[in-house]
């Protein structure tokens, strides 16, 4: 059995772990992990974690904009990094504000809503993959001969 999360929600199904990709890297406080399922049922379970370390200062404009929750610095991952802008200082401020990791999930019948969740438009109107969901659709079309069709060949009007 597999659980992902969407928010606060825990979705849980039977089937098979299709393919996995990371944005991770050496020294990086944050970044995107994906992972593609299909349901015993034959549905694509597309998870996406968007995983921070990093923490703020009551003051940093972030808190309210993220809705951030205080947390006591002794509480602090050791992986944990202060933000670049507000400076948060965990010595001398024992109450700061961590982001938190963010769960979503997209479940589909067709590997067609499973692409396109996965493009970015940039700012000309243009779509694109970033570089983790072509591995990761790379990875799962080779397990997949319908998302393998939809990620290979696409129709254009």
């Known amino acids: 059995m597999y659980e992902v999360r969407n928010g606060n929600r825990v979705m849980r199904f039977e089937g098979r772990h299709l393919a996995n990709s990371s944005s991770k890297r050496p020294g990086s406080p944050r970044w995107i992990e994906f992972d593609l399922y299909k349901t015993e ?5 597309l998870s996406r974690v968007g995983v921070s370390h990093v923490y703020h200062s009551s003051v940093c404009p ?18 944990a ?19 938190t990791f963010r769960y979503w999930t997209l479940v589909s019948d ?7 969740a996965l493009y970015k ?22 397990q997949d001969a319908d998302l393998d069709m ?7 009007d």
């Open 41 to 45: 049922g034959g549905k694509y379970v």
């Open 150 to 156: 939809v990620y290979r060949f696409e129709w254009v």
């Open 110 to 116: 067709e590997p067609e809503a499973i692409l396109e």
């Open 81 to 99: 990094v202060p933000c670049e802008d507000c400076d948060a200082d965990a010595v001398m401020d024992p109450m700061i504000f961590p982001e």
């Open 62 to 79: 972030l808190v309210s904009r993220y809705g951030l929750h205080e947390a006591h610095s002794a509480d602090l991952s050791p992986l």
């Open 121 to 142: 438009p940039d700012g000309f109107g243009a779509r694109y993959l970033t570089r983790v969901a072509e591995r990761l659709l790379q990875a799962a079309a080779a």
